[in-house]
């Protein structure tokens, strides 16, 4: 099971097993531990343009 955070204006996808290093956020920071001038990577849209969606999927990719 992994919880992801959409934009909903650009459909970006915060995952916070991955972080977003471009922009200082560390892999494994919960999205509410992000700086709230934190910004969409991709169109800039604001925290609270994020929704959380929680996929059964399995985030198996290897926790380096
Ligand atoms: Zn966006």
């Known amino acids: 099971m992994k919880t992801l955070y959409v934009c909903q204006l650009c459909g970006y996808e915060y995952n916070p097993r991955l972080g977003d290093v471009d922009n200082d956020i560390e892999p494994g920071t919960d999205f509410e531990d ?3 001038d934190w ?3 991709l169109c800039g849209a604001g925290k609270d343009d994020f929704e959380c969606v929680v ?4 985030d198996d ?3 380096e």
Do not use: A
Request: charged share 40%; net charge negative.
């Open 34 to 36: 992000i700086s709230s």
């Open 55 to 58: 996929s059964d999927e399995d």
């Open 61 to 63: 990719d290897d926790y």
């Open 39 to 41: 910004t969409c990577p």
